[in-house]
DNA sequence: TATTCATCTCCTGGGATAGG
DNA sequence: CCTATCCCAGGAGATGAATA
C-alpha cells in the first residue's frame, strides 16, 4: 500500500487518539498499583486459610464444628461419600460454611486456591504474559551456571507474540513459586503428567508437555485456560471489594501484571533495555510504552541512560546489550553475596526479609551449598563450646537457635534437591547471546 | 494502518450433590 | 440407582487493545 500523505484526512487525528488509549492505560496501571498488595496478601492468606481448613476437615467427623479464624465450618458427610468409601475410594471433604451457609469442597477449593495464589505470585514476579504463564513446564524450569560456578536458576519463556524465546533470572520469590508448583504435582512420586494444551489461537492442541498450571477438574486433568484466570481474577476482586472500597470500581486482569511489573523494574533503576529483554519486547518503545507511568520519574531515568549512553557511544543508540553491560548485570549477583552462599534476587530490588538469609528459599535449593553449611555448623558447634565453657549463657542460646535454623535449613535443601529440577536430569544451559540479548528492531 | 493478540462473553457439557 | 439442579471450566466467536 502507499503511504498516506501527511495530513491525509484517515490519519488526522489518529495520534490524539493513541495519547488518549495510552492515557487510559496508564491511568489504570496506576490505579491498581496502590492494590497490588492488598490483592497478593489476600490471595496468600486465603490460600493459608483453605490449606489448613482442608488440614482439619479431613480429620473431623461428619457434624463436628470447626472454627479457623474465627469462622466456623462443619464437616458435612453424606451417603454419596459412604460411596466412595465403600467403592475403594476416599470421601471428598466437604464443608458448610456458616458464616455464607455455603457448602464448600475443601479439598477442590484449597487446590483451587494454591493455583490462584501460583498464578498471581508467577504473573507478578515475572511479568510474562498470561498465555506465556500457562504454557510454562516443567522444562522451562533450568539452571545455567556461571563462570564462577555458581548456580543461576532461570525460566525459559516460550514466545507467544514474538517468535523468539527468552530467558529471564529467577527471583528467589519466583523459584519457591516454580518450586512449590512442582512439589505439588510430585509430591506422591510421580512425575508432572504430559497433557496436551488447547491453544485458542492457533486452534490446535500442543504435543502432550508437563505444563506447570494443570490441575484435576472432577476426573479430567487440564492444563488451566486463560479464561479461567480472568473469572478468578474478577472472583476474588469481587470478594475483596466487600472489605476494601478500592476493588469496587477495579478488577485486576492477568495483562496488569505485567504493566505493574514493567513499572516496578524502570522504577527501580533497572536500565530500559534490559527491561526490554526481560519483558519479551523487539522494540524499547514498546517498553517506556508500558512504564511511562508515572511520567517525571520514568523521563528522568531514561533521559538520564541515554545520557550515560551517548558520553560514550555517541551515534549507536538502539544497539544490543553488550557483554560488558550484561556481566555488569550478572555481576550484580555477587554483590549480593550472604553469609551462606548467594542472594540471587532480581536486578535493583532490595530484600525485605534482612537477617532472614536461613530461612529464605533460595539459599536452600541450591545443593551446592550444603558442604559450606557443614562449614558453617563445625564453626558454630566450636562457638557454642567455647561459649558454654567461659558460661556465656545468652551466647549459647543465640547459637542454638542458629544451629537449629541451619539443621532444618539442611533438611529442606536435602527434600528440596530430590524435586529440584537441578536433580531432574533437565540439562544446563549457557544462554547464547541469541537468547539473552535485547534485540531492537 | 494492518495485523496480531488479549480479553470478554455466551453457550455447552460434565462433575458433584441432594433428593426421590 | 436415577434424575434434577447447580456450579464452573472449557470452547469459540466478537471486540478492541497492543504492536510492528
Known amino acids: 500500500m502507499a503511504p498516506c500523505p501527511a495530513g491525509d484526512a484517515e490519519v488526522r487525528g489518529f495520534g490524539v487518539r493513541k495519547r488518549r488509549v495510552k492515557e487510559r492505560m496508564d491511568d489504570r496501571t496506576r490505579q491498581r498499583q496502590p492494590l497490588l498488595d492488598t490483592l497478593v496478601g489476600y490471595m496468600e492468606a486465603r490460600y493459608e486459610h483453605l490449606r489448613a481448613l482442608l488440614e482439619r476437615a479431613d480429620t473431623a467427623g461428619g457434624g463436628e464444628v470447626i472454627t479457623l479464624d474465627g469462622r466456623a465450618y462443619e464437616r458435612?458427610?453424606?451417603?454419596?461419600?459412604?460411596?466412595?468409601?465403600?467403592?475403594?475410594?476416599?470421601?471428598?471433604?466437604?464443608?458448610?460454611?456458616?458464616?455464607?451457609?455455603?457448602?464448600?469442597?475443601?479439598?477442590a477449593a484449597e487446590d483451587a486456591a494454591f493455583f490462584e495464589w501460583a498464578i498471581v505470585e508467577v504473573l507478578r514476579h515475572t511479568g510474562i504474559r498470561i498465555e506465556e504463564a500457562l504454557e510454562l513446564t516443567h522444562l522451562s524450569v533450568r539452571q545455567y551456571q556461571r563462570p564462577n560456578g555458581e548456580i543461576i536458576a532461570l525460566l525459559v519463556i516460550a514466545p507467544s507474540k514474538s517468535d523468539r524465546e527468552r530467558v529471564?533470572?529467577?527471583?528467589?520469590?519466583?523459584?519457591?513459586?516454580?518450586?512449590?508448583?512442582?512439589?505439588?504435582?510430585?509430591q506422591d512420586g510421580r512425575a508432572i503428567p504430559l497433557l496436551p494444551r488447547y491453544d485458542p489461537h492457533e486452534r490446535q492442541a500442543s504435543p502432550a508437555m508437563p505444563y506447570l498450571f494443570q490441575r484435576e477438574i472432577g476426573t479430567n486433568q487440564d492444563v488451566i485456560s486463560p479464561a479461567t484466570v480472568v473469572n478468578m481474577l474478577r472472583r476474588r476482586c469481587e470478594e475483596l471489594a466487600e472489605r476494601h472500597p478500592g476493588f469496587l470500581t477495579t478488577c485486576f486482569t492477568p495483562h496488569d501484571f505485567r504493566r505493574l511489573f514493567a513499572t516496578e523494574l524502570?522504577?527501580?533503576?533497572?536500565?530500559?533495555?534490559?527491561?526490554?529483554?526481560?519483558?519479551?519486547?523487539l522494540n524499547l518503545e514498546t517498553t517506556r510504552g508500558y512504564v511511562a507511568v508515572f511520567n517525571e520519574d520514568v523521563v528522568h531515568h531514561y533521559q538520564e541512560f541515554i545520557g550515560r549512553r551517548r558520553n560514550s557511544r555517541p551515534s549507536d543508540e538502539y544497539r544490543d546489550v553488550t557483554e560488558q553491560e550484561w556481566s555488569e548485570f550478572e555481576e550484580h549477583f555477587d554483590k549480593r553475596k550472604v553469609g551462606l552462599g548467594g542472594c540471587t534476587r532480581p536486578y535493583g530490588t532490595p530484600c525485605r526479609h534482612e537477617h532472614s538469609c536461613l530461612r529464605c528459599p533460595m539459599l536452600a535449593i541450591n545443593p551446592k551449598m550444603l558442604p559450606r553449611l557443614d562449614e558453617i555448623e563445625e564453626d558454630l558447634l566450636a562457638r557454642r563450646a567455647r561459649a558454654e565453657r567461659e558460661s556465656w549463657l545468652g551466647e549459647v542460646e543465640g547459637i542454638d537457635l542458629t544451629l537449629a535454623l541451619l539443621r532444618q535449613k539442611r533438611e529442606e535443601t536435602n527434600r528440596l534437591a530430590r524435586i529440584a529440577p537441578v536433580n531432574l536430569g533437565i540439562p544446563s544451559i549457557q544462554p547464547t547471546p541469541a537468547t539473552r540479548r535485547v534485540r531492537s528492531t
Open 76 to 107: 458435612l458427610w453424606s451417603r454419596v461419600d459412604e460411596r466412595r468409601i465403600r467403592l475403594g475410594g476416599k470421601e471428598n471433604v466437604r464443608v458448610l460454611d456458616q458464616t455464607s451457609g455455603k457448602h464448600v469442597n475443601v479439598a
Open 168 to 186: 529471564i533470572p529467577m527471583s528467589a520469590e519466583l523459584f519457591s513459586i516454580a518450586a512449590a508448583i512442582i512439589r505439588r504435582h510430585t
Open 266 to 281: 524502570v522504577n527501580n533503576g533497572l536500565p530500559i533495555h534490559i527491561g526490554a529483554a526481560l519483558l519479551g519486547h
